[in-house]
């Protein structure tokens, strides 16, 4: 069948839509939800001891990781909930205002 | 046709005998009151090995009707039944079918909804899934039930149509009652029926599928636009269906059942069952030279708007009877309906709404009888018209319609 490119989703003809609105698996990569945060969680590689906790509790995928070694945080996706932040035991987590995080 | 012998079967056990010849691959269903003997009946032939079908219990009618959702996205052939507050209970997932366009297809025997507790025989059911995007079938007889239920499959399948389809028949009055009927060998309807090949199965496409996705606003409003052409475009593919059934059986099928309109100046409008009833006493009052004519929609969604005027088009006043009320609102669901038809073809004709049977109260011929002397009175100008009434209930003192002021 005939999928949608996402970049121009919206631009599609109401009849190119395939019946249901189906897509192609996986697009949810494509969709940035990163905008919606206030809150941003930072990562201190030096304090962080790889535990994973943080990837095991968050909701969006958006604890980079590897070769079993945290890499990072995906801001593309992470929506600023602060579960990681809340749950990481060895401080190598924390949470700023997003509009601090813009100045610095 | 196939030379079938009669049998007395209610319209339950008609459906049942129907979808057991479809052979669905998965029925979800939640086996207790306000549920129908067609589950009784369809779980008896599961049991007995009559079909292939994948039997799944639920919790409640909104899990049976999310079952069929996942189980028609997967690519099965799915179906299921349900009436009164269960249908209630279905109303969120009824929008998500429709919207995935999923061809499920869903017996409805059309019941009351509570306060008070009822569970009798009216379309105040059905009559909240008119607006999710399911083809809605109304039978009036036990065998109708049969035959609509074998065309749904098809109709829903079609892939221009791709919707699903709710086959309805009233409650009690047609869904237990014993009629004599006649059934199609099972060769026969699986050969009209055909193999389901989904278009897009999750489970058949060879390529990963996301359904079920979120839309924004103006991928949101596209999809809905093309949901509404794909269930006004269906009704071409509806006659054609039952057309071709009508062929196979012997047994007539029009969108709109049009009773002696041709000359027609008195005409009742009406859904379902009671046209029986009103068709018995018209029958009468053409032996008496009467020109009286009875308009039946079977096919309710889409609307026949056409059809519907051109039966309308000789009346010199209108009588449309509703079996549910929209609260609140100036006439019942078939009224506003019907009215919108007459309006869009621009015909005009004095009219008054009935609401009448709510709860499984009778539509006796006396009241049959109220409906058509009112019709004269209509026509000849000594009863005002756009005027809405509960049928056999005297009004209270000095109620006064508001609307007509």
Request: hydrophobic fraction near 40%; proline fraction near 5%.
């Amino acid at each position: 069948m005939k999928m949608p490119e996402l970049d121009r989703f919206e631009d599609w003809a109401p009849e190119e839509f395939p019946k249901g609105y189906l897509c192609n698996a996986g697009t949810s990569v494509e969709y940035i939800t990163g905008g919606w945060r206030s809150m941003r969680p930072v990562w201190d590689a030096d304090k962080c001891t790889n535990c994973m906790m943080c990837w095991v509790v968050c909701p969006d995928s958006s604890i980079k990781v590897a070769d079993e070694a945290m890499t990072g945080i995906d801001y593309d996706h992470c929506k600023g909930c602060g579960v990681c932040v809340h749950e990481c035991r060895f401080g190598a987590l924390e949470f700023i205002r997003e509009d601090e995080a813009e100045v610095a | 046709m196939t030379a079938t012998k009669p049998f007395s079967a209610t319209g339950n056990q008609m459906i049942a005998e129907a979808m057991r010849q479809a052979d669905p691959d998965v029925m979800a269903a939640y086996p207790i009151t306000p549920q129908t003997t067609i589950v009784e009946n369809y779980a008896k032939f599961v049991a007995n090995g009559a079909v292939t079908t994948e039997f799944v219990t639920v919790e409640s009618e909104h899990s049976a009707m999310s079952a069929c959702v996942g189980a028609s996205a997967a690519g099965a052939r799915v179906a299921t039944a349900t009436a009164s507050q269960g249908l209630a209970l279905m109303w969120e997932e009824l929008f998500i079918a429709a919207g995935m366009r999923l061809p499920i297809v869903m017996a409805n025997a059309n019941r009351a909804l509570s306060a008070p507790i009822n569970i009798h025989g009216d379309h105040s059911d059905v009559m909240g899934a008119r607006d999710t995007g399911w083809i809605l079938l109304f039978a009036e007889t036990a065998q109708e039930a049969y035959d609509n239920t074998v065309i749904s499959f098809p109709i829903a399948e079609d892939p221009d149509v791709q919707l699903p389809v709710m086959t309805t028949l009233d409650g009690f009055i047609t869904s237990h009652a014993m009629e004599r009927c006649v059934m199609e060998d099972d060769e026969t309807v699986r050969s009209f029926v055909g193999d389901y090949a989904p278009a897009n199965g999750l489970l058949t496409s060879p390529t990963p599928l996301g359904a079920g996705m979120f839309a924004n606003g103006d991928s949101y409003m596209k999809s809905r636009y093309m949901l509404r052409h794909a269930i006004q475009d269906s009704l071409p593919v509806i006659e054609r269906v039952g057309k071709a059934w009508a062929d196979t059986c012997g047994r007539p099928f029009d969108v709109v059942d049009a009773w002696e309109c041709d000359d027609a100046e008195l005409i009742v409008v009406v859904l379902g069952s009671a046209a029986g009833n009103v068709r018995h006493i018209a029958r009468e009052l053409r032996a008496a030279g009467k020109k009286v004519g009875v308009v039946r929609p079977r096919v309710y969604r889409p609307f026949p708007v056409k059809q519907i005027a051109e039966a309308c088009k000789g009346a010199k006043a209108i009588a449309i009877m509703d079996r549910a009320d929209s609260l609140g609102g100036q006439y019942g669901p078939l009224a506003v309906d019907v009215l919108g038809a007459l309006a869009s073809a621009g015909q005009s004709a004095p009219f008054h709404n009935y609401i009448y049977g709510l709860g499984g109260n009778d539509l006796t011929n006396d009241l049959v009888h109220k409906v058509f002397d009112d019709l004269e009175k209509l026509a000849d100008g000594s009863l005002g018209t756009g005027g809405t009434s509960y049928l056999g209930m005297q009004e209270a003192e000095g109620a006064q319609n508001i609307w007509l002021g």
